[in-house]
């Protein structure tokens, strides 16, 4: 069974940092694209950002740009988000995913539970 888990999140106030976690777990995802969304309340979820599997793309948002980091450890089936300088409007839940289906980043085959982060004005 296959079973992404985030971890890392929480309450931090405007200008902080959090470091999100997501530990997989069923199959390795050493050869397959990951990626972290959010979705903030009322609205649609949002690509945060994307990494393939070797490394040699990643893709920010543009609301996220410069102030966040993807990375990934293959030997540890693990995919990082080093969020700084963090808003008030980076509030959401964040998930992890992976395995984009056809290469659409849009449609990843395997999803996380979500894990909170609040940041407080």
């Known amino acids: 069974q296959v079973q992404l888990v985030e971890s890392g999140g929480g309450l931090v106030q405007a200008g902080g940092s959090l470091r999100l976690s997501c530990a997989a777990s069923?199959?390795?995802?050493?050869?397959?694209?990951m990626a972290w969304f959010r979705q903030a309340p009322e609205k649609e979820r949002e690509i945060v950002a994307v990494?393939?599997?070797?490394?040699?793309?990643?893709y920010y948002a543009d609301s996220v740009k410069g102030r966040f980091t993807i990375s990934r450890d293959n030997a540890k089936n693990t995919v990082y988000l080093q969020m700084s300088s963090l808003k008030p409007e980076d509030t959401a839940v964040y998930y992890c995913?992976?395995?984009?289906?056809?290469?659409?980043?849009?449609?990843?085959?395997?999803w996380g539970q979500g894990t909170q982060v609040t940041v407080s004005s």
């Open positions: 995913a992976a395995d984009p289906t056809a290469g659409n980043w849009s449609r990843m085959r395997y």
């Open positions: 069923g199959r390795t995802f050493s050869s397959t694209g």
């Open positions: 990494i393939t599997w070797n490394k040699s793309i990643t």
